[in-house]
T-cell receptor
């Protein structure tokens, strides 16, 4: 079955340290991959996407993600975390049948 | 620029009734998609419209239907409501398919 996994429900990182939010997927073919962020009391916001091309994708707010086809992963990264990055992060995949699958979300807390 | 607007914000319905939710996309956006978000199942894709045509549909029963109008506004209808339909229903719009989506704040539906 097609699926998206975010193995960590919660990630804590100190301000200024690099952060990684993990995502792996099980989707046949060549999927499109997305990251969304949900700040408290606000709707989901698009961060970045991978369609094709360079495996390292840069997005909003200094975030980037690396597509790894062999490991079927699309981890979200940021070199230096800010307290304002604390939010809920969702990984999403669109398969070749144009079906969307979302991960269960990872709550990121950046500690001052 | 106004965001994605969903109305109503909150709705309480009785089991067996039907409900219509409305979504106004960002001006210029032609793609609208709908999602159901529940604590147990997370975010699940309902359907996607582009230029008044349903492009794809998630794994939901036929009680869930939608449509898109010529001005890109979209409605979602759920007939014969069940208790399990209680959820946050999110609408998202995009300039085109495979662009990142901008989400609305959602309509919280409670079925009693």
């Amino acid at each position: 079955a097609q699926s998206v996994a975010q193995p960590e429900d919660q990630v804590n990182v100190a301000e200024g340290n690099p952060l990684t939010v993990k995502c792996t997927y099980s989707v046949s073919g060549n999927p499109y991959l997305f990251w969304y962020v949900q700040y408290p009391n606000r709707g989901l916001q698009f961060l970045l996407k991978y369609i094709t091309g360079d495996n390292l994708v840069k997005g909003s707010y200094g975030f980037e993600a690396e597509f790894n086809k062999s490991q079927t992963s699309f981890h979200l990264k940021k070199p230096s975390a800010l307290v304002s990055d604390s939010a809920l992060y969702f990984c999403a995949v669109r398969d070749e049948g144009n079906q969307f699958y979302f991960g269960t979300g990872t709550s990121l807390t950046v500690i001052p | 620029k106004a965001g994605v607007t969903q109305t109503p914000r909150y709705l309480i319905k009785t089991r067996g009734q039907q409900v219509t939710l409305s979504c106004s996309p960002i001006s210029g956006h032609r793609s609208v998609s709908w999602y159901q978000q529940t604590p147990g199942q997370g975010l699940q894709f309902l359907f996607e419209y582009f230029s008044e045509t349903q492009r794809n549909k998630g794994n939901f029963p036929g009680r869930f239907s939608g449509r898109q109008f010529s001005n890109s506004r979209s409605e979602m209808n759920v007939s014969t409501l069940e208790l399990g339909d209680s959820a946050l229903y999110l609408c998202a719009s995009s300039f085109s398919l495979n662009y990142g989506y901008t989400f609305g704040s959602g309509t919280r539906l409670t079925v009693v």
